[in-house]
Structure formats: structure tokens, C-alpha cells
């Protein structure tokens, strides 16, 4: 519940003043009144605490953002953290401006169940003596306390139908593989909010899209709320998973940074959905990726530094064993019918383990039409027409079979 109060003071001239994520509102040279008093403020402020936040491996084990902050930043977390669970605002005491939006940022990153939370907020202060000074921040909430209980209930309700399918002793691996296959295929993708949010339209329907409310409950999402649910269900089943920001193309865009047997590596649950392009399949090119790879199509825009990912073994067609190391028609017979046994048996993806390689199988399958002599070996297997794929970042062919 906000409460306005209005008073006169001297000296000093509060002010409330609206801001989003990476915006501060506010006309540079403005002169306010050293008389006025005008505070917003909610009853339930946090202060923050001048002390060492405790390095709670328990609670911020999996927050991959928090332990990338100092003793001072972890402070302003752990403040943020206990306002939003209330519903309530922070005091600037101790804390300026872009440290509470890096950190705000951080948190929101890390908090994917938060979905309650905009990403704006606005803010209190004042101006002395030519000097802006804030007093609070309050985060935009958009439901109530007792909307968010009701709304909790039917998130966790779905995402527990698919964490109880999740056998008992499955590994690290085969959980990241099951998220990411559920996500990719549970939600269609939202295009319409795509659109709005290009033409700079953000709105009720644009915030639950982005969001977790909006994948498991209308069960369609942009890339955000892909990436949040995918992040939400890692750190249900104990696996630490960043969210990322960037961009792809030039558009804005998020992903999922995972750690699997100490290395970390990227994933894409929006990008492994190709449903839009009528194949009804799921693409594995974007499951464990190294830096490198990513970099065909993503660039990174993080508010706090990620590790260089250089590990390729938790990669699905490294650990698969999917990946050519020659032309020769007998190796790529063994590999296709290898794929086609893992996806069903009616489609093939392999990846090649150099450009050079890639470049030359292309033009033997495809062009000369090698990929038929290939099929005919795999036992089985008795096609007269394909559709395929390949994407050049990741050197990977995918065949569809016609059969």
C-alpha cells in the first residue's frame, strides 16, 4: 500500500521521480524550490545494511549473478531481494543511484520466479544545492501481494508436472536436455508481443510474455520468458543457469548460460524451437554451446562479466558422438543412422568438426547428391526425397526423411 504525505521544510525540496530499467527521467538544469516537500513512499521499506551480506551458499548458490558482486553490492541484493518478497521498497541510505540499478538488474536476473516484478521502478530524493540525492527506490510491481499467491500456485502446478517426470538419478546432463526439449516445445512464441516490443509498445500483455507467468500459464512467451522458465526449472533441479541478454541480428534478445561438470556453457530454449518453419522439431545446434559458437548470431550485453566457455564435451552431438571427422560415406552412414536412432527415425542432425569439413561434406551431400548413397547404407532406411537444414555457426546438417 503506498502512502503520499506533503509537508513544508526548508532547505531541501523532495522529489518523486519515475524511472524504467536503464532510464533516469529527469531534465538536467531544472532548479526545484528549497521549500516544497513532496515524498512518495511505501511503508514497508528495507533499509540496506552497512554489514557483509552473508555468503549464503544455501540461498545464492544457483544465483550466478550474486556471487559476481562485492561485499557492498551484496548488501543492496540481499535489501532487494527482502523488499520484493514483500512487496515493499529500499532505502537509499548507503546506497547511490547506479549501484542499486546494477544491482536491481543483477537481481532480477537471478530471480526468475519474481515475475511480479516489472523491471522499473522510481525513485525518491531530493535536490540540495545543485545536488540530486535519493532517499528510496521503490520496484513497479504487477500484481498485488494476494494476485501473486494465486498466480505462484498454477506456475508451480505446471512446472511441477514436468519436474515429476524427471527420473530419480537422472544426471546433470540429462536434466539440462529435458528442460531444454520441454521448453522449446511447451509455448509457442509470442509474435505479436515481438512486434510490440520492436515498435517500443510495452504494456500488461508485453510483460507477462516476457515472463513466466505468461510461458506456463498462456503457454506462449518471448525470448525472455523462454529463457526465465528454462532458468526457473535448472534451479529446481539443483543446476546452476544464468540469464543472458544480447543481442541476435540486431534485435534484442536472452539465453541461458549453464554449468554442467564445471564448465560452463550456453543454451538457447527459444532458438531450439523450429516449429515456426513447419518441421515440428526440435534443433539440438543450440544446446551447450561455446563462446565461440554463440557468437554466430548472438552478442552478449551483460550488466556483470561471464567466463570465456571454451568446454565442449557436455555439447549434444560431442557427448552424442555425432560429430564427422571425415567425408568418407561409411563414417556419415554410421552417424546419420546414430542421429536417426536418438530422434525417432525420421530425423538426422550431425555436426562436422571443421569449416573445411563442413564445406566439403556440404557440397558432396547436397549439391552432388551424395546424402542418398549415404541414406541407402543405414539399414532400414529407404527414402526418394529429403528436406534439410544446416547452420553454418555451428557446422550442423540436419536431414528430414520423407517416409
Not at 518441421?279 to 544446446?287: K, L
Not at 567466463?307 to 560415406?329: D, F, H, I, R, W
Amino acid at each position: 500500500m503506498k502512502k503520499t504525505n506533503t509537508g513544508v521544510f526548508a532547505l531541501r525540496a523532495f522529489v518523486a521521480v519515475a524511472v524504467a530499467v536503464h532510464i533516469l527521467a529527469a531534465a538536467a538544469g531544472c532548479n526545484y524550490p528549497d521549500e516544497i516537500l513532496l515524498q512518495e513512499f511505501r511503508t514497508d521499506t528495507v533499509a540496506v545494511s552497512g554489514k557483509t551480506a552473508p555468503l549464503d551458499a544455501e540461498e545464492f548458490g544457483l544465483r550466478y549473478g550474486y556471487w559476481r558482486l562485492d561485499e557492498s553490492e551484496r548488501a543492496v541484493y540481499c535489501a532487494v531481494k527482502k523488499a520484493v518478497f514483500s512487496f515493499g521498497s529500499v532505502s537509499a541510505d548507503g546506497c547511490d543511484y547506479d549501484t542499486f540499478k546494477k544491482v536491481f538488474v543483477v537481481f532480477c536476473a537471478d530471480y526468475p520466479e519474481c515475475f511480479w516484478v516489472t523491471g522499473d521502478w522510481s525513485v525518491s530524493g531530493y535536490i540540495s544545492g545543485g545536488v540530486r540525492k535519493y532517499t528510496m527506490y521503490s520496484p513497479s510491481y504487477r500484481y498485488t501481494k494476494e494476485q501473486v499467491g494465486e498466480i505462484e500456485g498454477q506456475i508451480n502446478a505446471a512446472a511441477d508436472e514436468f519436474l515429476d517426470c524427471i527420473p530419480a538419478g537422472a544426471s546433470d546432463y540429462d536434466k539440462v536436455l529435458a528442460v531444454y526439449r520441454f521448453v522449446a516445445s511447451y509455448a509457442k512464441y509470442d509474435t505479436e508481443t515481438a512486434r510490440k516490443l520492436g515498435e517500443g509498445q510495452v504494456d500488461s500483455s508485453t510483460d507477462r510474455s516476457c515472463s513466466i507467468d505468461g510461458f506456463f500459464l498462456d503457454r506462449q512467451a518471448v525470448c525472455s520468458g523462454f529463457s526465465k522458465a528454462t532458468q526457473l526449472l535448472l534451479h529446481r533441479l539443483g543446476i546452476e543457469c544464468a540469464y543472458v541478454t544480447g543481442k541476435s541480428d540486431g534485435v534484442g534478445h536472452s539465453w541461458n548460460m549453464v554449468k554442467l561438470d564445471g564448465d560452463y556453457y550456453f543454451i538457447d530454449t527459444t532458438w531450439a524451437n523450429t516449429r515456426s518453419e513447419g518441421t515440428e522439431h526440435i534443433t539440438y545446434d543450440f544446446f551447450c554451446l561455446t563462446s565461440e559458437e554463440l557468437a554466430f548470431g548472438h552478442t552478449i550485453d551483460a550488466e556483470i562479466e561471464l567466463p570465456q566457455c571454451n568446454a565442449t564435451k557436455m555439447n549434444y552431438y560431442v557427448y552424442n558422438g555425432l560429430v564427422a571427422a571425415s567425408c568418407e560415406e561409411g563414417e556419415l552412414a554410421e552417424l546419420f543412422g546414430k542421429a536417426l536412432e536418438l530422434e525417432g527415425g525420421s530425423v538426422a542432425a550431425i555436426k562436422f568438426a571443421s569449416p573445411e569439413l563442413f564445406d566439403e561434406a556440404y557440397t558432396m551431400l547436397f549439391e552432388n547428391g551424395g546424402i542418398f548413397r549415404v541414406l541407402k547404407i543405414i539399414e532400414g532406411v529407404n527414402c526418394r526425397s529429403i528436406k534439410f537444414s544446416y547452420d553454418t555457426g555451428r557446422l550442423t546438417v540436419t536431414v528430414y526423411l520423407d517416409v
